[in-house]
């Protein structure tokens, strides 16, 4: 008989133990940032986030959601998408300082100029289309016929200048880019003209030209970047132009 009482109350003592340990113990999805239960995928992103001056105590992870003190919502795999361009080299191609804010680069209105000629029209639509078909980046550019963000026009630069842009200013693209008059160039020149104007109103500044800002996880120099300051010819974007604008204005759902 008292082997059986003790018995019992050895059960109900462990039985206690064992509930008392699940209140001290929360459930994994109650912990926000314990490191103990954190994915690679987390630990990276709050790094980036300390980096940017963010406390990571105040970071949240929700689906594909990463929330900062509980109102600042940030894309995983925008944040992502800025480790992997981080990691690709530690180098840079440069930019001007003054970018185009995200919510305008999304609709970039462009007017053609009825000064521009037909082979400028054309080489003027593949470029624009080079644009939209850039993976995972936001730029978008349009054609109107009213109420431009930017004109292009056609115009006499001399014999050897084939085009030139504004800058970005106050968020805004560059107003105006200009494609030089009686220009001696193919279709391929011309696209690759137009491709690396319009890459001067988003910000984008010569890749061989030390004196603007880096961009960061692209190389110093590139012989195939569109951006170099010589003339060539259109081969597409090189693979370091690619990085570089989607790390300027990254699209996750592009």
């Not at 530690?90 to 521009?116: F, G, M, P, W």
């Not at 001696?184 to 690396?196: A, G, K, Q």
Request: with cysteine; net charge negative; charged share 25%.
């Amino acid at each position: 008989m008292r082997v059986c009482l003790f018995l019992a109350l050895i059960a109900i003592l462990t039985a206690s133990d064992l509930i008392a340990q699940q209140r001290l113990e929360p459930e994994v999805s109650q912990i926000e940032n314990d490191d103990l239960y954190l994915t690679e995928e987390q630990e990276i992103i709050l790094q980036l986030m300390e980096e940017r001056g963010l406390d990571p105590e105040k970071v949240t992870f929700e689906g594909v959601d990463v929330i900062y003190d509980g109102d600042m919502y940030f894309h995983k795999s925008v944040l992502l998408l800025e480790k992997e361009l981080k990691d690709c080299s530690h180098s840079k191609q440069r930019r001007y300082a003054n970018l185009v804010l995200n919510e305008n680069v999304k609709d970039i209105r462009i007017q053609i100029d009825s000064t521009v000629s037909s082979a400028w029209v054309s080489a003027i639509s593949d470029a624009l289309q080079a644009y939209r078909d850039l993976p995972s980046c936001s730029i978008n550019f349009y054609v109107v016929e009213n109420s431009p963000d930017v004109v292009i026009t056609e115009k006499w630069l001399g014999w050897m200048r084939y085009g030139y842009a504004y800058g970005p200013v106050n968020g805004m693209p560059g107003t105006n880019v200009f494609v030089g008059k009686y220009a001696r160039l193919n279709h391929s020149e011309r696209v690759f003209t137009v491709v690396h104007e319009l890459g001067h109103i988003v910000g984008m500044a010569h890749t061989d030209d030390a004196n603007h800002t880096l961009i960061r996880s692209t190389p110093e120099s590139d012989e195939n970047s569109v951006f170099n300051s010589a003339q060539g010819t259109w081969n597409g974007f090189s693979y370091w132009d690619v990085n570089a604008l989607r790390w300027l204005y990254p699209d996750v759902e592009k």
